[in-house]
């Protein structure tokens, strides 16, 4: 490695060891660390609050363009990170430890997303240095909350006038490692709703055969959802369909029993049961004949069973249609980042849809095209995993991409 290439390792390993991990992430230090880098960069910095306590910044960075009339290009990161369990860990998550042998830096967030900031300002160090100056303004924004839905980050952000006033022409956000040596790209996220489902049912000792138990009632809504959730899996195991391109319904939790002081009541049968299920859809899914499903076959109620559909987020843009990007002519800013992906030597994978959910649907909704990428081929998926890891290699090498990427981007003139 270089000396530069070096220092861009070690500042990607001091932004990993700062605990930005829920449920108490340090936004604080990661603001310390954020901010004075960015500004030895030469951009502008500011600091948004969308909460009274004041607790959750989102930073904003700006590379100001020669034409600040065209509308900007925006590159997001979220600072917040899910826990990590240390134990199951081969090194700790936050020490951001680089095996020699193989350059695996391991942390929390090396994959999902800490490497993008530091990607982010290295890429404008290295155009800077080659002296590009970009007609379109470039910003950054790094967000805080990401992981938990996004209410008071991204969320607020998008509605807010600051939002407005970045006058946001297109997006570019995280996406997903790809364990072949094609770049992913994604067009659109699945839509979060939560289903939680209640049983209830008659009592009775724990010896005794009966019907309509509440946990027999509930066990009766979990079979019925699982042959859904095999059908679905099914197109996605035979390579009918991406991940991203059907419903995904998990059990998250469960809970019954009577608890006792050492566990549970073991010889009585409770008269309450419940499960709670993570509910994916793909953008243009239709949820109506879901919500038939779930009354009908999931959970009817001359089994006792009742239920709670919660949406997560927006299910249509501003002008009621689906959320989603186009990769097509008629989105000229496809072509420009399709090719700025080739000029970096880079190929890239048929966009897909998201299986998981980011904060670019707050953008979309707005009727603003975003892609979802994370320079990240050759890395298997392991993000919210135990031992994530990025390589430094691909770390390096998606630097060079971005210095393509915000180079082509920001010249791109409509
Ligand atoms: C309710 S929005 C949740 C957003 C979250 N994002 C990353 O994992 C997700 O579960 O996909
Ligand atoms: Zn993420
Ligand atoms: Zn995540």
């Known amino acids: 490695f270089t000396e ?43 600091t948004l609050h969308f909460t009274p306590c004041r607790t959750k910044p989102l930073l904003l960075l700006t590379w100001p363009g020669s034409d600040p009339s065209l509308p900007s290009v925006l590159l997001n990161s979220h600072i917040d990170s899910v826990p990590a369990e240390a134990e199951r860990w081969s090194h700790p998550p936050f020490a951001a430890h680089r ?5 695996r830096v391991y942390a929390r967030g090396a994959q999902d997303d800490k490497c993008l900031p530091v990607q982010y300002l290295e890429a404008i160090r290295g155009l800077r240095a080659a002296g590009f100056a970009p007609a379109r303004t470039v910003h950054i924004s790094l967000v805080p909350d990401e992981e938990i839905g996004g209410v008071d980050g991204f969320e607020k952000f998008a ?69 859904f959730r095999e059908a679905q899996f099914g197109m996605v195991k035979a390579g009918e369909r991406g991940p991203g391109e059907v419903v995904s319904v998990n059990p998250v939790y469960m809970k019954a029993g009577i608890p006792s002081p050492t566990g ?68 000229p800013w496809w072509s420009v980042f399709e090719q700025a992906i080739t000029s970096a030597g880079g190929k890239l994978s048929k966009p897909e849809i998201l299986s998981s959910t980011t904060d670019s649907r707050f953008v979309r909704q707005l009727g603003i095209p975003a892609l979802g990428f994370s320079p ?34 920001s010249s791109f003139k409509a």
């Open 99 to 103: 095996d020699p042998a193989t350059g």
């Open 264 to 331: 549970f009541v073991m010889n009585m049968q409770p008269s309450e049961a419940e499960v709670g299920f993570d509910l994916r859809l793909p953008p243009t899914a239709d949820i109506e004949q879901i919500k038939r499903r779930l009354k009908e076959e999931w959970a009817p109620a001359h089994k006792n069973l009742t239920y709670e559909l919660i949406r997560k987020g927006p299910v249509t843009d501003v002008a009621g249609r689906p959320i989603f990007t186009a990769t097509d002519e008629s989105n």
């Open 4 to 46: 530069l290439e070096s220092d861009q390792v070690a500042r990607f390993q001091e932004y990993l060891r700062i605990r930005t991990a829920h449920p108490s992430p340090d936004y604080a230090g990661a603001a310390a660390f954020l901010l004075p880098y960015a500004a030895s960069l030469g951009l502008r910095t500011a």
């Open 376 to 409: 990240m081929s050759n890395t298997p998926i392991l993000l919210h995993d135990n031992n994530e890891f990025l390589e430094d290699k691909v770390f390096l090498r998606g630097i060079k991409v971005y210095e393509h990427v915000i180079r082509a981007l």
């Open 159 to 227: 509605q807010s006038e600051e939002f407005r006033a970045l006058n946001v022409g297109f997006m570019l956000d995280e996406g997903q490692a790809s364990p072949t040596d094609v770049f992913r790209v994604f067009y659109a996220d699945r839509l979060v709703w939560r289903l939680i489902v209640k049983a209830a049912g008659a009592p009775g000792h724990g010896s005794r055969m009966f019907d309509g138990a509440a946990v027999d009632n509930l066990m009766d809504c979990l079979e019925a959802v699982a042959g």
